[in-house]
């Protein structure tokens, strides 16, 4: 079955770091960009952080640049993010989401979307 | 940074009618790289159109899209009862990729 699954949310002192873990089964992982989208509380999408299937290039959405990075292990066909100095206003559900090939990352619409983790930024 | 801006915030209609949800983008959208989403309450974005009028797997033939340049419509012909929902509308032709803020489509 194609499926994307997240783990690794939870609540966290604002300043703290968390990891989020993406694993992904069904297809060929190292092939394809995947991408983080986060979804605030009752609010809309925000594209956060993309990287590419084996090129190694990542890219990240102002709000989290300096502070979130996106990693890769395709041995593994999983997707990290790593974020730290957190905020309350990361507060949100966390998406992996799978993109294309072939051209930049962050180029892509989302054909495959995981069921989210939750990450609570607050003290 | 190119906005998305979604209209209607809410669309209420009743099932069998036609929907019409427009997204348009403050600068034009390179390649017509315009996707859309339907989100349920508690479940993950879904896609339903991308590169602005292509189906997605498996989406029924009453949503359709289309524009290009920087304005786009999402139609679906003949509501059903699982279509009330909230519609995203997704750029991916420059970084950083935006969404809109949604459309609430719910039942009149």
């Known amino acids: 079955e194609v499926q994307l699954l997240e783990s690794g949310g939870g609540l966290v002192q604002p300043g703290g770091s968390l990891r989020l873990s993406c694993a992904a089964s069904?297809?060929?992982?190292?092939?394809?960009?995947m991408s983080w989208v986060r979804q605030a509380p009752g609010k809309g999408l925000e594209w956060v952080s993309a990287?590419?299937?084996?090129?190694?290039?990542?890219y990240y959405a102002d709000s989290v640049k300096g502070r979130f990075t996106i990693s890769r292990d395709n041995s593994k066909n999983t997707l990290y993010l790593q974020m730290n100095s957190l905020r309350a206003e990361d507060t949100a559900v966390y998406y992996c989401?799978?993109?294309?090939?072939?051209?930049?990352?962050?180029?892509?619409?989302?054909?495959?979307w995981g069921r989210g983790t939750l990450v609570t930024v607050s003290s | 940074e190119t906005v998305l801006t979604q209209s209607p915030g809410t669309l209420s209609l009743s099932p069998g009618e036609r929907a019409t949800l427009s997204c348009r983008a403050s600068q034009s959208v390179r390649s017509g790289y315009l996707a859309w989403y339907q989100q349920k309450p508690g479940q993950a974005p879904r896609l339903l159109i991308y590169d602005a009028s292509n189906r997605a797997t498996g989406i029924p033939d009453r949503f359709s899209g289309s524009g290009s340049g920087s304005d786009f419509t999402l139609t679906v012909s003949r509501l059903e009862p699982e279509d009330f929902a909230v519609y995203y509308c997704?750029?991916?032709?420059?970084?950083?990729?935006?969404f809109g803020q949604g459309t609430k489509v719910e039942i009149k």
């Open positions: 997704h750029h991916y032709g420059t970084s950083p990729p935006t």
């Open positions: 990287i590419c299937g084996s090129c190694g290039s990542a």
């Open positions: 989401a799978k993109g294309g090939v072939d051209r930049a990352p962050w180029a892509w619409y989302f054909d495959l």
């Open positions: 069904g297809f060929t992982f190292s092939t394809y960009a």
